[in-house]
């Protein structure tokens, strides 16, 4: 008797590990950025879960809309702000002396990441790294907005905690 109990419940914890989490959506949710800060850089943890696991680019992919001329070449981004006059101001660091458009040089392309079984369903964790000589010289408060796109361009957001520079 016991032993058809504990089939029943394996059995049927194994079946559900098979189903697909309908619970999360399609688009990337960034849940929580965690910030640890060094003397010369930073290290953010970006904590994500995606309901249809199509998150990352793979090498070969260049046509639009991931060609290099596109903003979505790129699928990780960190804008920068600074706290200037009691409120945060979007800075670009990078601006092209021949266009006058900006670039954000905390543009990043992450790998494709895929499930080991059927659900494709992806929670992880991605570290980045920022050299952390940031700061216009007009604040000493500082924050990114993190954007996460997925390969059907659906976007997650989340902003860090503020810096204190010294």
Known sequence: ????????????CMFLACLKNTDLPPEPVI???????????????IVFTDGDGDIGLNPGDTFPPFDKAS???SNLYF?????????WKRVYLNIDPQTGDTINPFAYRIPVLETDGRDKTL??????DLPFALGSGN????????????????????????????
């Open 139 to 166: 604040a000493d408060t500082v924050r990114f907005e993190v954007e996460l796109y997925d390969r059907a361009l659906n976007v997650g957001k989340a902003t860090t905690e503020a810096i204190i520079l010294n």
């Open 1 to 12: 008797m016991k032993f058809r109990v504990v089939f029943a419940v394996l059995a049927s």
């Open 123 to 128: 929670e992880g964790e991605i570290n980045v």
């Open 31 to 45: 849940s929580e950025v965690r910030t640890v800060v060094f003397t010369d850089s930073a290290r953010f943890t």
């Open 79 to 87: 804008n920068y702000f600074e706290f200037r006059n009691g409120a």
């Open 71 to 73: 903003y979505f070449h």
